[in-house]
């Protein structure tokens, strides 16, 4: 044990260290600056991303997070830089991402005193963290982050915060670094019951018209091997939630689509004929259920989650599974007979021609010759194969690109999918980047959502992360313009957005970037975009007033989806 | 159906577990009718004896939400039937009231007795079910009450696997 007295700056960083991280995103300031003092001296053990905004940092380790399944790491400094994490925090709650956050705190003999740049960031995150705490001490430093490691990781991943005083990161200790392996109050593995699962078993078993639907749990659990066993025994169909996509191939012949709101058409009306209804790793958000009065009646519930929280919060199960999705999966595998369920699967398919007819129908009348974004994501999947990673904001682009990008591999989607936070997309494709930098990193992007935290294109030219935007630009929120055409009688009020010349936006940041407003030289572009070593930005004029279907009205049942 | 509803929550002793707790109300726009919290009878354990009124359905939402709170060793929801629960009020009236044998009739029918007596006030105490300590009140009002203060619920469960048990099995657990 080394005796030699640190800094408690120091011992962050040795915890870290310990904790494995090799990337951590962040921005200094007064309160955190003894920390990014230490920081200097593991230049070689750590990377430090600087970003250009706080919560660039937050999306950037969730993007991180999300591709690498290691827990994602910031810092920031005391008062705005630590509200400026909220929003990131609340979408990794959210949405199950594991984020360990170090925040500067003033000098403890000044708490609660409206020091300068004091803010009570442990009662303003409290809500939106899976845990965290206030370090006054610096010999709790290393207890307390070994302790963040262990919560943001197991069980239901989520994000936990430290806030750590000035005096703590001045102060002298002793460094002794033990990881965490158990916390009497927190139990994050369930005990599988057998019995339970014997009963999940039999009605699986007995089902006539079986159907899985699976959420990003699977990619958590690491559960797609166990995934694919159980579908190819059982022969039931999968359907998959925002969030779970990639965790299932979708070239894969059992795959039928994904759910909800803006969904296919096929998995979100056969939800209301099945007879087994099996969700894993999922939690029946309202954007996939719909009306949930109306949700899947006729069948017999099944819902696996490792959140105990989530059985039966929104759907009634008639068997709810407290498990890992990835024990669960591969006990049932053993338990279920093998079958086939042919008549059953080709309702998918003739469902899925129906919408296909009937798209392709509302695409000929329509007199517009504009580009659609459908276009752009059928043409990047397909020259991309299904396998980069492909980042999306929030809005019609991000539907557009659930739908059209055939998510071949794992961890390949990231998105906003729970908060649904505009902004998202550059901050997080730079750390998906980071999380895996041999992958192909796309982030699929709105003119409305870029321009919310597009200062991160100085992270990408100071950091030469080698991410391709393409920016969908219909000159409209699109998705709210939606709304309003449909719900609104049109009144498109405060829609329509200018934005600046992004092309040269991108220039001035020494990023290689180009505009198409022509079908003819979309692939061609794309394949430039690709082939370009380093950064690119692709800016694809689309038409102005397109509308995303199928689509599942607020209210409506996931039968009543409309094709047009 | 809206129903009252006793929860108690065991929790670790650390900052903030209080915050917590509550914030699972608010976002739900539900009241707290009352809150206590104490040690509980092993050391460090902390006892926190919530009631609201409330459906089943969204009491036991709030518990599985309370539990999974990384502090919280466990939450239990019991109806009004599965518990000995309790309530402390005090009452502040003048001395001067005493003289005439009224005040003295009030506590004796009340059960309630007399902490202490100033020379120009005296503090009357009851314990019981909020509509016990409602009827003193009722009772003493026309005396003129100076203050009044009655606690929030404390309660024990009738039916409960001991909590000292319940900690050595989380203890163990791997």
Redesign the interface.
Known sequence: MNTTKITGAHAVLKSLVAENVETIFGYPGGAIMPIYDALFDYSNEVNHILVRHEQGAIHAAQGYARTSGKTGVVFATSGPGATNLITGLADAQIDSTPLVCITGQVASHLLGTDAFQETDV??IS??VT?????VTKAEDIPVAIAKAFY?ASTGRPGPVLIDVTKDAQFELMDFNYQKCTK?????PKPDVNKTTLEAAAQLINQAKKPFLVIGQGIMLSDAEDELLQFVEKSGIPVASTLLGLGAFPNNNPLYVGYLGMHGDYAPNIKTNECDVLIGIGMRFDDRVTGDVSRYAKQAKVIHIDI???EL??IIKADVPVHADAKEALKLLTELVQEKQHPVWLNEFTEAKKTEVETLQKSSELSSSSELKMDEVIKILSEITNGAAVVVTDVGQHQMMTARYYNYNKSKSNITSGGLGTMGFALPAAIGAKFGTPDKTVIAVIGDGGFQMTLQELGTILQSKVAVKIIILNNRFLGMVRQWQDLFFEKRYSFTEIMSPDFVALAKAYSIESSRIEERTHLKEALLEMLNHQGSYLLEVMVAKEENVFPMVPTGASVSEIRLN | MEKTYTVSVF??N???IL??IT?IFT?RHLNIDSITASESEVKGVFRYTIVLRTTEEQV??VV??I??L????KAFVHQEEEIVHQEIALYKIKTDKLTNGEVEKVIRENHARILTVDPLFMVIEKTGHVAETQLLFENLKPFGILEFARSGRVAVTKPMKELSTY?KE??T?K
């Open positions: 442990i009662g409290m809500p899976k845990w965290n705490c206030q919560i916390i009497r109050s927190y139990q959140d105990a929280a039966n919060k | 929790t670790e650390s900052i903030g915050n917590r914030i976002r036991n939402k599985g939400q539990e999974k990384v502090d919280v060793l900690l989380l203890e657990k």
